[in-house]
């Protein structure tokens, strides 16, 4: 949908002109996977796919929201008064969090208001609807009554929904790149300090492509909690001879040097990624602060390598896209991202490769799995912000 559909139907849904409207976008993290909760960095992007809003004060306490892709839920309504989690109100939960979180925080929202959401990220393919939506209603509300909330405590205030308010037990990485994410620019995140620096992505001759399974990830969360217990027996194992509170601050040298301490096999593996992967992270900053795309496009093949065999969270769906985008011409590197057994992955590619790049890896994908893959065209764009003179979409 273009600005004048959206506001077309705001005035329809709320019989009146909005006043602002807003931006937040996706992500995609571009390596550094499994690596959060180990304490080590993350190197996520935020993209031009995302979460608009248009919004309108109201004189009372009312808030009333509508999603354009949930239109079967109708307008969900409440007063800012009475921000408790309600089952009924849905994907209405993810704003009406970070509302309360805002509130306990100090911050004064004095009316309700207005707001009508529209989003263009692919459903279900793990590239953070949830926290674009919440980092979305935070800057929203802030620019709406002009609270001056610090970008990173929306941030934090984000993660805090997820944690508490929806229930998953998430990092900050999601949040931390759809608010402070910069246009042609990858941000590295240390996951224990959230001290982060940017580096320049420049893709003047290339694309990132999106490859979408379209694979339901019902494993990812069994699997997810699986992992971190195997990374906790790891880590409680080293800790006999090694002073660390995590396995981020171990190099692989050390770790090779130890991990006959780790007395499972698949614990020891899973302890692999988690070290080798966080040295992988901070060689691929230094590769693009260098210009190298070609480093980092072997870092990204060498990640996916140990998300399959050492991490194994991988599966058909994503080992097809990957190894099928590998054998393509013209691709610089490929890797899965995100949790894993399904979602998404991401390649690399020379511009002028990108349509026959799609038609083959697509054409694989369907013969080996039975289904299409989705593929997406994306741009690193800014975090989260008000939309004044732009064209919206």
């Known amino acids: 949908m273009n600005d004048k559909e959206l506001s077309a139907l705001f005035k329809e849904k709320f019989q009146g002109e909005h006043e602002k409207q ?4 996706g992500r995609i993290n571009l390596i550094g996977e499994h690596t959060d909760y180990n304490g080590g960095y993350v190197f996520p992007c935020a993209i031009t796919f995302g979460t608009y809003c248009f919004v309108k004060k109201r004189n009372d306490l009312i808030v009333r929201m509508y999603s354009v892709n949930f239109p079967e839920k109708g307008t969900i309504e409440y007063s800012i008064d009475e921000l408790d989690y309600q089952t009924k109100h849905d994907w209405g939960n993810y704003p009406k969090g970070m509302l309360r979180f805002i ?10 208001f207005d707001v009508l959401f529209y989003g263009n990220i692919p459903n279900g393919a793990g590239l953070s609807s949830s926290a674009s939506i919440e980092i979305l209603t935070g800057v929203m509300v ?10 990173l405590e929306l941030v934090k205030l984000g993660q805090n929904v997820e944690n508490h308010f929806i229930g998953v037990n998430s990092g900050i990485m999601d949040q931390f790149a759809v608010g402070m994410g910069k246009i042609d620019s990858g941000i590295l995140i240390d996951c224990q300090s959230h001290e ?4 320049p992505i420049h893709l003047e001759k290339h694309q990132i492509i999106i490859m979408n399974t379209n694979k339901r990830r019902e ?3 069994s699997k997810y909690n699986e992992r971190r217990k195997e990374c906790e027996e790891a880590l409680s194992d080293l800790q006999k001879m090694l002073n660390i509170k995590t396995l981020g601050e171990i190099k692989e040298d050390i770790f090779e040097d130890y991990k006959y301490l780790i007395r499972k096999e698949i614990v020891r593996k899973r302890a692999k990624h988690a070290v080798y992967e966080n040295q992988r992270t901070l060689k691929a900053f230094h590769a ?3 210009g190298d795309l070609q480093e980092f ?14 991490y194994e969270v991988t599966g058909e769906e994503l080992d097809t896209l990957v190894e099928a985008a590998w054998s393509q011409p013209g691709v610089v590197g490929a890797r899965m991202t995100g949790a894993g057994f399904g979602g998404c992955a991401i390649a690399i590619v020379e511009k002028d490769k990108v349509a026959d790049f799609i038609k083959e890896v697509g054409k694989l994908y369907k013969q080996r799995i039975g ?18 003179n732009e064209v919206l979409l």
């Open 22 to 25: 807003f931006f937040a976008p």
């Open 288 to 290: 693009l602060n260098n």
């Open 297 to 310: 496009g072997i870092l990204m093949n060498a990640s996916h390598a140990s998300l399959r065999d050492d």
């Open 103 to 112: 509130r306990e925080r100090g911050y004064h929202i004095p009316t309700g």
């Open 219 to 221: 494993l990812a969360d």
């Open 142 to 151: 802030d620019g709406l009554f002009q609270l001056g909330i610090p970008r």
């Open 196 to 199: 982060y620096q940017y580096a």
């Open 371 to 388: 289904y299409m893959a989705d593929f997406y065209v994306a741009s690193i764009g800014d975090g989260a912000k008000e939309l004044t």
